[in-house]
């Protein structure tokens, strides 16, 4: 089961409004990917790289995603700019088993809609509520560890409705004072990957160095790992064999 | 598909309550079952009648059930007061094809723990707080000349985590003041029926008169009502037939 | 609930193999939308059109779609003709509240792909064996009035792995003699709006004058049928209310 | 994560039919328990116990189920013979987080039935007949290391309908040459604890010597260990806090 062996992240972010917002900059100096890398690299297990929008290929080439077991995605402003080439790929190794990490408003990014088939969309107010994610699968993977509540004391909000497919396992409702609800913690299977949203995460907050916030990227990044799935064979096929039953 | 036969619905309802505190009298003068009856009655496509705790058989007697489509469930105080001969029966017309709508708190009743498995547990307060329903799954039955979210001016909290199944299908998560959120409308299938469990209804509040709560409820009476579905045969059973396949 | 309104539907088809191939038009001389309307036609209950490739816009302009209840979809050869304006369309519709119906080899149609967010991919054989569906939830409308299981004396096979999303929920699952096994009826939400795959329809056999095939694309078409859901509204929005608890 | 603590698995056995019966004690000469356990134990990670029916409390002691992990059951004949009581401690324990994993005939166990809430029922034959499982969720870890499908030469037979909920993911579907097909591999969550049911294992065939069957369990155990989920807290609560927000 390859417990020996460290779980491949990249972490790739859009690292703009880092460079070019002097308060964005005064959260994530280094960049969101950063703050996202240096705590998994601190975990047992893992091995990290990161990759953002203005490198080469936006930093995905064939062979960075070809040695991705889990790919951790955070982009805002700058989703428009993402060559679809690039999400092809992501898209094609995602269903070949890559695992993939949604945060925030990577809601609206072309490969989560690409992945999702449906618009994303959602209700938004940037007041810096705060948000309370309540676990509703205490038995899932994503939530070990994990009190019955995340508080984040400041928070973007977004509202329901989410327009997601039902998540194939809601693990976290997210629940803000200005009266809305959100499924915030969202698994998914596609093709012989998995793919987890999850909602924290505003660009202007320092979301990313909250322990429980870090704990659940973990927790997402081991689940959602590659796993030696069965290789499929498509197209053409015979019959797999004569069978004959007699009562 | 029936369209022209009308959905026979039996209403039941613990009815102490009403009986024993002039508070809950004063809100429900004739008792909850006779509340959630009127309403169907008013509407095109229904046959209503009711049954109680007190009555012989609960009201649930063989014949009753046998032609009730949909069975809405509302108990509270007295759910240990229900037979257990009587929760088999129900259990297994539910698995045999009538649909079941489970209210408030009957979350603890002896029929909805049975087709759940779990404890169904969960966390309450009492201060008459404001409930927003929140339509999770717009394309639902259920959710059908709903708007965006209901609004219960007071209700009873109940909060997560909530032990029942992940539903089939989720079409309502409710929002309270005070920090909680609910899986508030949760469909199943079990056997050949259908369960909807739905969270308003309070018997210290005027939930069952409010226009919107009465059409979610006629709606879920529609979504679960029995359908022509295949008889199913158990037990031993011989090859379907000779099959061979050449290529 | 509009049970007085016929629910309209558009049946879809490619309508080219009739055309070209004298085998084909052999079993669908009028083509397959015709053999499939026909039977809707003579349902109470309905209001029908059909539209098909060589059509300007394909037949699905505007106005026709704004029209249409539920659009039921055939393709096969000529799926990568369907101009992706008209897709994006139908897209928009069917999130919208539009039901759709994607028949058989439909599962590689550009919708459908856009919808699943996968590739759809499957095994195939055409040998003509005897295809069997089982139905694995007998509560479910689109099961109504059927037996245990479907016979469909000769198909195409198709079997696992499919690529798809897991179905919201599982109606079929079809048994193949060549020793495969494959998810035949699927259900999703997606947006408002619904969607069911089912897996007969091979164009060189009489699938669609089967009359339990039939009946199946009838429930379906009123499972999906548009329901009169919530109008949602995205984007920026106010906190709701000042909204006060006291214990 | 625990990945350095092994998980503790107990496996519990009727263990009558291997004593009483001279052809199954030929093929299990130390009961299916034992079969099971040597592997495990070979196995890293694993810490392996067995109990059987005959043992006082069936060998499940508040104090071994307290410390398992994981429970794997394998019954047939004397589902009856299990005290309620054990059921009763064996139920609230997997809603405390222990997994559970349910083989073949235990699908008629009584805890097996508590859990699901349905009657499990199913068709059944027993000519020995060769039984395929498709994997139909390739990225789950129970499928990790397993091809597309695996063959068991001779295996009873058990066809749907089985009255079991919709799985919360299902893994494995069967095909059976007689013309069946079943969900075979079906996961789910119960409380904080999780279930899996596997169909094969049929007394009088060498099922749990078969190397892809042992790897199906294994993976099976470390998906349903307890994890460290939140502990969760019933019953009246406070509002959270106060809070308030202006726009």
Known sequence: MGMSQPIRVTVWNEFRHEQSDAHIRAVYPEGIHRAIAEYLEDQPGFSVQTATLDEPEHGLTEDVLAETDVLIWWGHQAH????????????????DGMGLICLHSSHFSKIFKKLMGTTC???????????RLWVVEPGHPIAAGVGQ??????????????????????????WFPGGEVFRSGCCYHRGRG????????????????????????ANAARWAATTDGPEIVYGNVQPLEEVTVSA
Chains 1, 2, 3, 4 share one sequence.
């Open 149 to 174: 509540y995340i508080d984040i004391p400041h928070e973007e909000m977004y509202g329901e409705f989410f327009d997601i497919p039902e998540p194939d396992t809601l693990v976290f409702i997210s």
């Open 194 to 217: 998995k793919v987890f949203y999850f909602r924290p995460g505003h660009e202007s907050f320092p979301t990313f160095y909250q322990a429980e916030v870090r704990h659940v990227i």
């Open 121 to 131: 969309n959602l209700k938004w107010r940037e007041l810096g509520e705060n948000e």
């Open 80 to 95: 428009a700019a993402v060559e679809d080439e690039i999400v092809d790929r992501v898209h094609a190794r995602v269903l």
